[in-house]
Protein backbone atom coordinates (compact mmCIF):
# COMPACT_ATOMS: atom_id res chain seq x y z
CA UNK A 1 0.00 0.00 0.00
CA UNK A 2 0.84 3.39 -0.72
CA UNK A 3 2.29 5.91 1.65
CA UNK A 4 -0.59 8.33 3.01
CA UNK A 5 0.90 11.40 2.32
CA UNK A 6 0.46 13.25 -0.75
CA UNK A 7 -0.44 16.72 -2.42
CA UNK A 8 -3.32 17.22 -4.45
CA UNK A 9 -1.73 19.61 -6.08
CA UNK A 10 1.04 17.50 -7.48
CA UNK A 11 -0.10 16.74 -10.92
CA UNK A 12 2.93 14.82 -11.72
CA UNK A 13 2.19 12.00 -8.98
CA UNK A 14 -1.56 12.09 -8.47
CA UNK A 15 -2.95 10.10 -5.28
CA UNK A 16 -3.94 6.95 -5.80
CA UNK A 17 -7.55 6.04 -5.99
CA UNK A 18 -6.83 4.33 -2.16
CA UNK A 19 -5.61 7.13 -1.08
CA UNK A 20 -8.46 9.30 -1.84
CA UNK A 21 -11.03 7.17 -0.71
CA UNK A 22 -9.19 7.34 2.46
CA UNK A 23 -9.24 11.23 2.44
CA UNK A 24 -12.65 11.45 1.45
CA UNK A 25 -13.48 8.73 4.44
CA UNK A 26 -11.95 10.84 6.78
CA UNK A 27 -13.40 13.93 5.66
CA UNK A 28 -17.03 12.06 5.98
CA UNK A 29 -16.25 11.46 10.08
CA UNK A 30 -14.55 15.10 10.68
CA UNK A 31 -17.41 16.53 9.20
CA UNK A 32 -19.97 13.80 11.12
CA UNK A 33 -18.10 14.71 14.71
CA UNK A 34 -18.88 18.88 13.64
CA UNK A 35 -22.01 18.29 12.99
CA UNK A 36 -22.93 16.31 16.20
CA UNK A 37 -20.67 18.68 18.10
CA UNK A 38 -23.00 21.72 16.66
CA UNK A 39 -26.36 19.64 17.16
CA UNK A 40 -25.56 19.27 20.78
CA UNK A 41 -24.85 23.45 21.29
CA UNK A 42 -27.52 24.40 19.44
CA UNK A 43 -29.74 21.75 21.25
CA UNK A 44 -28.14 23.05 24.67
CA UNK A 45 -29.04 27.00 23.53
CA UNK A 46 -32.44 26.12 22.49
CA UNK A 47 -33.21 24.80 25.95
CA UNK A 48 -31.82 27.66 28.17
CA UNK A 49 -33.58 30.12 25.43
CA UNK A 50 -37.23 27.97 26.74
CA UNK A 51 -36.34 28.13 30.16
CA UNK A 52 -35.56 31.67 30.33
CA UNK A 53 -38.17 32.98 28.29
CA UNK A 54 -40.53 30.57 31.18
CA UNK A 55 -39.08 31.85 33.87
CA UNK A 56 -39.43 35.33 32.15
CA UNK A 57 -43.23 34.50 31.67
CA UNK A 58 -43.47 33.83 35.54
CA UNK A 59 -42.23 37.09 36.70
CA UNK A 60 -44.75 38.79 34.55
Known amino acids: ?27 VIEANRRAERAHVVLMQRLRDDILNANRARMVE
Do not use: G, T, W
Open 1 to 27: MQSMQFDLNDIEHEPSDEQLKALMDAV
